[in-house]
């Protein structure tokens, strides 16, 4: 019945939804029964029931009906969140995954809803019985409350809207603001807003206090009605228009306003008019307002309203979705004009030299502009590529929470930087080095509360997400307030597994000590778990961000808690590289694995047990000649260059003929022709059309025999 496209946009649509109600659910069992959570959640569950029901997903949509129904109880206050409504919430939340991946995967709705619905109507009875427990017992304190409000309560002028005011009532509304959550509409207004908010308009309820003492309060009405017209239409106002003519208003009135303008805006216009103390305004939805009529009036505007926009066209549609595979296709075009443009400015000298300056200045024009143009694409198509963090840093959270319970621990997860972008292949690594990194938090690093509050630290853990734009590089921070890693417990953990000797251990520093997180098989949890223990884990994490040109930091202090920093690059398809030779031939050095060059005589490189070493401020470097590496022929001068590679906690120096510079090149596959080379990750082609190698510095770094060099430098 639906097209791929359809089905595409309704997976899409349920997973923001999905997402929407995981998250609120967290805001409402750390805040309680917050009225705008309470709110979103309906609204998603009601957008999914819809959606299912359309699609024929008749269990998702029996499913999120309670759900709906749970929430709309706690909208008009006739349930209380409790601690057991939220976890059997959360156990429907992952019911109605399941049924997501399973009819992404079989089309079909086999998964048993029946035992979460029964758990759903029993809490349900549970929490509206703690209602009704909550309401007796608030009685008695409630009989004697307005005496007392009596007593403090200063005299209430006699008709308005606003709360405190007596007379002419303000529109139907729940909530705890005196908005609520909108204001009552009757069934041929709400057809006028649904109608106006499909062609761009914003539906505004606005209170506005007028002052008391006001001598003219009709013809303050009429200014601003008339300033609000300007912007907008007015549908309705309370008291009625009649009144507000005649002054019949008491500190104030309402009006319902349909513009295509900000409330910040709305809200200025109003202040700029004289003896207004007070404007509220809050914006209103077509299906979230009361369904009773409320008082007041539909002017005659609305028809005329209805008759104007009759003949507008719907919004234009400003965004189009893209298969990634065509996004790439773009990327890899672009990065053949940053190629061209790089030959060309090699010919423009070639020009110079062969026909004149001015025939060279046309070219260098020409040059220049197509640079321009080539720099501006270039930025558009990473642009296009890019994806917030939030992709993967909102399932985070829930993981946590599942954790931190399961552990019966109690954790503070704070999340910064969502909105900070990331190329889409980066976004899809990231995000299992982020959950195992995550995982040893909340198991190594949060103390139980009795622990912490033994520690004088306090009982509720906090862990810090955080990601930002530092130097051209995204900066991911996980940091948490709990144990830290104490070297000393590092050194005995690898002695109990075999690891290293105890003579081995006791010659670690403590920063290589604490390096040993890194270590395959290497874990400080005495029992296995399903969340640690099997040594595991910290090696990948550092592997994985690496294969990306990333790199992996740590600090941590015993008793304050471990704080890890992730660099990564913000695309892969583009990157500065240091460019070498090697007899004729160029290779290319990615800048984030480049530690630093040297130019050395050949007399300071040093032999340590047939290993070639050099000594570099004091430190021991083992060192490579790539000649050799790729069995080829060099051509070397006088002085001995070296780069200086670094990959994880380990350096190598790598000899090379000749330094050419950076130079920013664009990564292009061996293909499958060559395949996977050791010490090679791709190729580049530079401006004269020869092709530069790219070295693989983790490659190097591990095949190089760099181990068994510094065993012998440290010997």
């Known amino acids: 019945m639906f097209t791929d496209e359809e089905i595409s946009i309704f997976f899409e649509e349920l997973e923001e939804k999905l997402q929407v109600i995981s998250d609120n659910l967290l805001l409402m069992e750390k805040g309680g029964s917050s009225s705008e959570a309470i709110q979103e959640i309906f609204r998603a569950a009601h957008t999914i029931k819809g959606s299912s029901a359309v699609m024929g997903y008749e269990k998702m949509s029996a499913l999120t009906h309670e759900i709906e129904n749970i929430f709309d109880r706690l909208r008009q206050g006739s349930l209380v969140v409790n601690e057991a409504l939220v976890d059997t919430l959360f156990e429907a939340l992952d019911t109605l995954r399941a049924l997501k991946e399973e009819i992404a995967k079989t089309k079909t709705e086999t998964t048993d809803i029946a035992g979460i619905v029964a758990s759903l109507r029993e809490c349900t009875v549970s929490c509206e019985a703690a209602s009704v427990a909550g309401v007796a017992g608030g009685a008695a304190a409630a009989k004697e409350a307005p005496a007392a409000a009596a007593k403090e309560a200063p005299p209430a002028p006699t008709a308005g809207v606003f709360p405190e005011d007596k007379g002419t009532e303000a529109p139907a509304a729940g909530g705890d603001s005196p908005f609520g959550g909108g204001v009552a509409l009757s069934d041929v207004e709400e057809s006028l807003l649904r109608e106006a908010e499909v062609r761009g308009y914003q539906a505004y309820w606005v209170e506005i206090g007028i002052d008391p003492a006001c001598q003219m309060k009709a013809a303050r009405a009429f200014l601003i009605f008339e300033t609000l017209q300007q912007v907008g239409e007015i549908i309705k106002s309370v008291p009625p228009a009649e009144d507000l003519q005649d002054g019949k208003y008491g500190s104030g009135f309402g009006v319902l306003i349909f513009t295509q303008e900000d409330a910040g805006q709305i809200k200025n216009l109003i202040f700029s008019i004289a003896e207004v103390t007070n404007v509220k305004i809050r914006q209103i939805r077509a299906g979230f307002a009361a369904a009773a009529p409320g008082p007041g009036e539909v002017t005659a505007a609305a028809a005329a309203f209805r008759e104007r926009i009759a003949d507008q066209p719907r919004d234009n549609i400003k965004t189009v979705r893209v298969d990634v595979q065509k996004l790439d296709a773009l990327m890899n075009l672009v990065g053949e004009l940053v190629i061209d443009r790089t030959r060309l400015d090699r010919f423009v000298d070639v020009f ?113 997400l955080k990601a930002a734009y530092v130097e051209g590089q995204i900066e991911i921070t996980l940091a948490d307030d709990g144990r830290g ?139 490579i000649r790539l000649a050799h590496f790729f069995n080829q022929e060099s051509n070397p001068g006088e002085r001995v260059f070296v780069v200086v590679l670094g990959s994880g906690d380990k350096k190598v120096g790598v000899v090379v003929d000749r330094l050419i510079g950076e130079q920013e090149i664009v990564i292009k596959s061996l293909g499958s022709y060559l395949g996977q080379v050791s010490g090679l990750s791709g190729a580049t082609i530079l401006g004269d059309g020869s092709v530069a190698l790219i070295v693989d510095a983790r490659s190097i770094v591990k095949e190089g025999g760099v181990e068994e060099a510094a065993a012998y430098a440290a010997g």
């Open 485 to 623: 890693m104490d070297p000393a417990v590092m050194r005995r953990k690898a002695v109990e597994k075999g690891l290293l000797s105890a003579e081995a251990a006791a010659r670690l520093t403590d920063k290589e000590a604490l390096d040993l997180i890194f270590t395959p098989g290497f874990s400080t949890s005495a029992d296995v778990s399903d969340v640690s223990g099997r040594g595991v884990g910290m090696d990948i994490v550092r592997n994985q961000i690496e294969q990306i040109n990333g790199s992996v930091e740590y600090d941590s202090a015993p008793g304050a808690g471990t704080t890890f920093t992730i660099k990564l690059p913000l695309t892969l398809a583009i990157i500065r590289a240091l460019m070498v030779t090697l007899g004729e031939q160029v290779y290319a050095f990615p800048l984030t694995n480049v530690v630093e060059t040297l130019a050395l005589k050949p007399g300071e490189i040093r032999r340590v047990r047939h290993n070639e070493v050099i000594v570099v401020r004091g430190r021991v470097l083992p060192l």
């Open 352 to 464: 110079e030299s062969r026909y004149g300056d001015e025939l060279a200045e046309n070219m260098l024009e020409i040059s220049s502009h197509l640079g321009q143009v080539t720099n501006s694409l270039q930025e558009e198509i990473m642009k296009a590529r890019m994806l917030p963090v939030a992709y993967v840093f909102n399932r985070l959270p829930r993981m946590v929470r599942d954790l931190a319970h399961k552990m019966g621990k109690e954790v503070d997860f704070i999340i910064e930087g969502r909105e900070t972008e990331l190329d889409r292949n980066v976004i899809e690594v990231i995000g299992d080095p982020l959950i195992h990194l995550l995982r040893n938090s909340v198991d190594h690093g949060i103390e139980p509360p009795e622990e912490r509050i033994r520690l004088g630290k306090p009982r509720t853990g906090k862990i810090l």
